[in-house]
C-alpha cells in the first residue's frame, strides 16, 4: 500500500466529529480495514526508508488516548500515526509521520534531550555553528522543512555568555524538523514519494546531530 485512501481520511474526519465509545464500537469494523491500511502504508515506507537508512522498527501508535490525567476526555485520536526507529546506538534522531485530516505531517529530530544530549548540543554549537548552519541554510532542506523548530529558552542557558553570536541556536531546547500536508496533498498519489523524499533530505542534519552526539568535545567516540 503506498497511497492513502479517501476512506481512511473520511473516517478519521467522522471520528472526530463522533468521538464516543458508542460510534466507535458501531464502526469498528470500518475502523479495522482502515487501520490495516495505515499499517500496510506505514510499512512500506519503512522499507522505502531502509534503502537510504538503518532502519531498526516502525512502531504504530494506537488510536486510544490515555485520558486519565488529561482535561481532553475523548476517547480517540483521530488520526494514524507512527515512529521510524533508527538502529544501532550510533544513528540518533528519529522520523515521524502523523495523518490527520486537515492537519496531516511528517516531522524528525530530537524532542525531548535528556540533560547530557542537550549539554553536548549546545557545547558544540558554543564551539562552531558553521557546519550546522550549512546543513540549515541548504536549498533542500529549506524546501522541505523551512527551518529548524523547537522550543527555546527565554534567555542564555546557564553558564553561556548570552551575548553569543549563536544564542539563537544555543537556547533552544528541542530541535525538529517539520513538513506539513493538506488532505489533497495527502491524498494524492505521489504522496508516498513525497514523505520518502523528505524522509531523504533530514538525512544531513541526522547525520550531524548523531555525530555530536555520539562523540566528546574533542571528537573522539563515547560508543562502546
Not at 558553521?130 to 546557564?158: C, M, Y
Not at 514519494?193 to 546531530?209: C, I, N
Amino acid at each position: 500500500m503506498t497511497s492513502i485512501s479517501k476512506t481512511t481520511i473520511d473516517f478519521l474526519r467522522e471520528l472526530k466529529l463522533n468521538n464516543n465509545r458508542d460510534w466507535f464500537n458501531e464502526h469498528k469494523p470500518a475502523f479495522q480495514v482502515e487501520q490495516t491500511k495505515a499499517k500496510d502504508f506505514y510499512n512500506a515506507l519503512m522499507e522505502g526508508l531502509k534503502t537510504h537508512d538503518e532502519i531498526e522498527s516502525v512502531k504504530i501508535f494506537r488510536i486510544y488516548r490515555d485520558v486519565r490525567f488529561s482535561t481532553d476526555k475523548t476517547p480517540y485520536k483521530p488520526h494514524f500515526a507512527g515512529n521510524f526507529v533508527r538502529g544501532t546506538k550510533r544513528l540518533r534522531g528519529g522520523y515521524y509521520l502523523r495523518i490527520r485530516p486537515g492537519e496531516s505531517f511528517l516531522a524528525g529530530g530530537f524532542w525531548e534531550p535528556n540533560k547530557d544530549d542537550l549539554l553536548r548540543i549546545r557545547k558544540e554549537f558554543e564551539m562552531d555553528t558553521s557546519e550546522i548552519r550549512k546543513i540549515l541554510n541548504n536549498k533542500t532542506f529549506v524546501k522541505h522543512f523551512g527551518k529548524l523548530k523547537g522550543d527555546s529558552l527565554k534567555t542564555a542557558p546557564r553558564g553561556f555568555d548570552k551575548e553569543h553570536p549563536d544564542m539563537d541556536l544555543i537556547r533552544m531546547k528541542q530541535f525538529i524538523v517539520t513538513r506539513e500536508f493538506t488532505d489533497e496533498e495527502v491524498l494524492n498519489p505521489h504522496f508516498f514519494d513525497e514523505v520518502s523524499t523528505s524522509f531523504k533530505a533530514m538525512r544531513p542534519y541526522f547525520d550531524y546531530m548523531s555525530e555530536i552526539l555520539t562523540t566528546d568535545l574533542n571528537g573522539v567516540s563515547i560508543i562502546d
